[in-house]
C-alpha cells in the first residue's frame, strides 16, 4: 500500500519561511507528478504547485516568486520551501502524487494526510 506523509509545517511569523516535506512510501513502481495543495477553512482545495517526474515545474499566480517545489527522485519525496509568508497563506497543506502501484499494478492519486500552515504575528 502507498502512503504519503508530510512534515515541516507550523506557526510562522509574517514574512518568515517555512519548508514541507512529503515522502512517498510503500509498493511503488513509479511516481509521475508530485503536488502540493491548500486548503484554508471554509475554502476549496487549490493546487499551489506541481513538478512532474521531468522536473517541470507549475506555480498558482499568488505563490509565484515566493515558493519553490523541488523533488527527489531517488527518496520519493517532494519538498516546498515557502518564503515571504503572508497571514493569507494559513492553511492546511497537503501532498499529493500520482503513483503506479507495483502490487495492484494501477496508477492511482495519492493524497498526505495534511500538515497545518499558520502565518501570524
Known amino acids: 500500500q502507498v502512503q504519503l506523509v508530510e512534515s515541516g509545517g507550523g506557526l510562522v511569523q509574517p514574512g518568515g519561511s517555512l519548508r514541507l516535506s512529503c515522502a512517498a512510501s510503500?509498493?511503488?513502481?513509479?511516481?509521475?507528478?508530485m503536488s502540493w495543495y491548500r486548503q484554508a477553512l471554509g475554502k476549496q482545495r487549490e493546487l499551489v504547485a506541481a513538478?512532474?517526474?521531468?522536473?517541470?515545474?507549475n506555480y498558482a499566480a499568488f505563490v509565484k516568486g515566493r515558493f519553490t517545489i523541488s523533488r527527489d527522485s531517488a527518496k520519493d519525496t517532494v519538498c516546498l520551501q515557502m518564503n515571504s509568508l503572508i497571514p493569507e497563506d494559513t492553511a492546511v497543506y497537503y501532498c499529493?502524487?500520482?503513483?503506479?502501484?507495483?502490487?495492484?499494478?494501477?496508477?492511482?492519486?495519492?493524497w498526505g494526510q495534511g500538515t497545518q500552515v499558520t502565518v501570524s504575528s
Open positions: 513538478i512532474t517526474s521531468g522536473g517541470s515545474t
Open positions: 510503500g509498493s511503488i513502481f513509479s511516481i509521475y507528478a
Open positions: 499529493n502524487a500520482d503513483i503506479l502501484d507495483l502490487v495492484v499494478r494501477r496508477r492511482d492519486d495519492y
